[in-house]
């Protein structure tokens, strides 16, 4: 197809089924953009699909396959013509202590919730150069903010993907390419239910830890404060802006776990100076 010359954009979308994904594929058309929908179930996207024949397009998507990544990301770039924002989305959690976590459920997760959105932006990466413009959203979660009991490898596989995303974000801002990592607290989507997968063993010793962090996360299912509509909303207003934020924070528990973090760091930072500062090499005093 040829390009679209208009202000409306091209979106590529991973993990639509439901959550953030789904609220925002549905945004983006809303407002009359384009949307390469994908997921690992298509079907899911029927009703989606048929309410917006023109602007979008999906596609079966298992962000863990490379192959696949690569054959799909291609084809989203030929559905409209161009590619202009690409969101990795696609993820599920894992909860468990750590020795509770199984070696192929920690494998697993990293080949989804990071690698597999490596995988996505390096397919799309000589698409947005040759462009000379784009933007990479990258989901993260508020476990980065600081994590929880029970969280030691899904938090992980966010701060790998945002250590990857800080640097990204300084490498290709000269091209005209800009990254933006969505920090959410508890939203209102089904990642607590379907999407959150428990350590293959259970462990009594880690009840009053990790168990008492699962226990309260399966309380507050479908009572979550976060509304992905409004998540939406805030992502398209950071990638509408000629200022982009590189962290997007979502909601007010999340914006208060950030402002705490950032104040308990100085505090301890501060704390310890006398015992860091002086680590450098003593300076040589010049030759008189």
Not at 23 to 28: D, H, R, Y
Not at 70 to 80: G, K, P, S, Y
Request: aromatic share 8%; with cysteine; proline share 5%.
């Amino acid at each position: 197809m040829n390009e679209i010359f208009s202000s409306s954009r091209v979106w590529l979308i991973t993990g639509c089924s439901s959550g953030f994904g789904r609220a925002l594929a549905s945004a983006v058309l809303a407002r009359g953009e384009y949307v390469i929908a994908t997921c690992r179930q298509p079907v899911a996207l029927t009703e989606l699909a048929a309410q917006y024949p023109a602007t979008c397009r999906v596609h079966e998507l298992d962000v863990a396959n490379a192959a696949q990544v690569q054959t799909v990301v291609a084809q989203a770039a030929e559905a409209f013509g161009r590619l202009d924002v690409v969101v990795n989305n696609a993820g599920f959690g894992l909860i468990g202590a750590f020795e509770e976590l199984g070696e192929e459920q920690i494998a697993r997760s990293f080949e989804t919730n990071f690698f597999g959105a490596m995988a996505v932006i390096r397919a799309a990466l000589p698409i947005l150069r040759a462009k000379g413009r784009g933007h990479i959203v990258n989901i993260s979660a508020a476990a980065v903010i600081s994590n929880y009991a029970g969280f030691s490898i899904y938090g992980a596989t966010k701060w790998a993907l945002e250590g990857a995303s800080e640097a990204l974000a300084v490498e290709l801002r000269p091209l005209g390419i800009r990254v933006t990592l969505v920090e959410p607290g508890p939203f209102r989507t089904e990642f607590i239910g379907r999407s959150m997968e428990r350590g293959e063993r259970q462990i009594p010793a880690y009840e009053a830890t990790s168990g008492r962090f699962l226990r309260l996360l399966q309380s507050m299912d479908g009572k979550q404060p976060g509304d992905p509509a409004k998540a939406a909303i805030a992502i398209m207003a950071a990638v509408d802006s000629d200022s982009p934020p590189l962290r997007l924070v979502l909601g007010r528990y999340a914006n208060e776990k950030r402002r705490k973090q950032l104040a308990d760091a100085e505090r301890e930072r501060s704390a310890w100076e006398s015992v860091g500062l002086p680590t450098d090499f003593t300076a040589t005093p010049p030759n008189p």
